[in-house]
Structures are given as structure tokens and as C-alpha cells.
């Protein structure tokens, strides 16, 4: 079955230091992947995707994602983190079932120190 | 880009009642939408796709006749959560699919159940 896992609950990282957040995913075939922002009480942003192609993703806000097949991974990473960065993160994977479903990750909350 | 308005943001209702949580896409024509709840510092848990002109796909151990939807034209979909109750408080969040594999996010709905 289709699943993502993002190993880390919660990270914390000063302003200005560099970001990772990791998300492996199980998939039987070629996944769509994605990484979405959500701040509180709000819905989801779309950072970026991966569908095909370039393995490296450019996405909004600076961020960018590897897509490592033989690692069956898709980190997120930023080179320089804002305050304004402190959210909860969500990578995805997709389609899923016969109305193209997405599997959610549990989610990384990201504490920002100034 | 694709917008998703979702409405009310926040509702407050007392047990027993029903509530009606809507969903419209703006600017295109939606097919396909998803709704998801979501509980505290938790992941979003699909609870059913829904088509356009055709009923409702819910997930497994999702209660049909609890969580009404409707899916009547292109642009609307709804949620309504009847005889609610304070467990069913939650986050809700419609998700509207776009094209190919891309998906728009509602703003969320805050449901607390008095």
C-alpha cells in the first residue's frame, strides 16, 4: 500500500541556518510527489512538485526538493531559513486509487529561533 | 491561479444540530473534490472524493449518513456534518483537483461542537 513517512515530528532551526526536511514514501510505481505549507488555522499551500524529469524540483519561497528514487525520497530543503518559515510542512504522494487520492505525510512542524 | 473558497472559516454550533460547510472553485471548473479533516497537530485523513453529479466515495470507517456531501455543479461542493456532535469538532479542508495531478486547497473550516 501507499504510504509516506516524515520521520521528524518537529524541528527547530535558527533564522538563517539551512533547512531539511525529509519524507520517504512507498509507492508501486512512479509517484507523484509534492510538499505542502500549512501556517495555522489555515489550508495548504503548494511549495513544489515532482512529477517527472529533473530530479531536483525549484519550488515558491526558495525552497527546492530531490527526488532520490533509489532512496525512495523527497527532502525539501531551504538554504537559508526565514522566521516567516515556521509552519507545519506536508509532503504528499499521489495519485492514489481511481480518483487520483493523495497520501498525506504526518507532518513536520518547523519552529524558527530568531 | 486556481482559488478554492471555503466557507464558514470558523462555525460554532451546539450538539445535535447540523452544520453546512461549503466549497467553490472560483475561477475553474472542479470535476473531482476532497475533503479532509484534520485533528490537532495531526495529518490530514482523507474522508471522501467527491464527483460531480454522482455520489460521494467515502473512506473507510467514515460515516456516510454523518457526513453528508454534495457535489452538484461544477463549482460547489458541501459538507454538512449532521447532528453533530463534540467529537466531530475538527479542522475540515476541501481540496479541489486541477488539471493534471494538481490540487487546490480551501482555506479550512474550524468546527467546534458545544
Known amino acids: 500500500a501507499q504510504s509516506v513517512t516524515q520521520p521528524d515530528i518537529h524541528i527547530t532551526v535558527s533564522e538563517g541556518a539551512s533547512l531539511e526536511l525529509r519524507c520517504n514514501y512507498s509507492y508501486g510505481a512512479t509517484p507523484y510527489l509534492f510538499w505542502y505549507v500549512q501556517s495555522p488555522g489555515q489550508g495548504l499551500q503548494l511549495l513544489l512538485k515532482?512529477?517527472?524529469?529533473?530530479?531536483l524540483v525549484q519550488g515558491i519561497k526558495g525552497f527546492e526538493a530531490e527526488f532520490k528514487r533509489s532512496q525512495s525520497s523527497f527532502n525539501l530543503r531551504k538554504p537559508s531559513v526565514h522566521w516567516s518559515d515556521a509552519a507545519e510542512y506536508f509532503c504528499a504522494v499521489g495519485p492514489s486509487g481511481g480518483y487520483n487520492k493523495l497520501i498525506f505525510g504526518a507532518g513536520t512542524r518547523l519552529a524558527v529561533h530568531p | 491561479g486556481a482559488v478554492v473558497s471555503q466557507h464558514p472559516s470558523r462555525v460554532i454550533c451546539k450538539s445535535g444540530t447540523s452544520v453546512k460547510i461549503e466549497c467553490r472553485s472560483l475561477d475553474f471548473q472542479a470535476t473531482t473534490m476532497f475533503w479532509y479533516r484534520q485533528f490537532p497537530k495531526k495529518s490530514l485523513m482523507l474522508m471522501a472524493t467527491?464527483?460531480?453529479?454522482?455520489?460521494?466515495?467515502?473512506e473507510q470507517g467514515v460515516e456516510k449518513d454523518k457526513f453528508l456531501i454534495n457535489h452538484a455543479s461544477l463549482t460547489l461542493s458541501t459538507l454538512t456534518v449532521t447532528s453533530a456532535h463534540p467529537e466531530d469538532s475538527s479542522f475540515y479542508i476541501c481540496?479541489?483537483?486541477?488539471?493534471?495531478?494538481?490540487?487546490?486547497f480551501g482555506s479550512g473550516t474550524r468546527l467546534t461542537v458545544v
Open positions: 515532482y512529477f517527472s524529469g529533473d530530479t
Open positions: 467527491s464527483n460531480e453529479g454522482s455520489k460521494a466515495t467515502y
Open positions: 481540496s479541489a483537483q486541477t488539471g493534471n495531478y494538481g490540487y487546490t
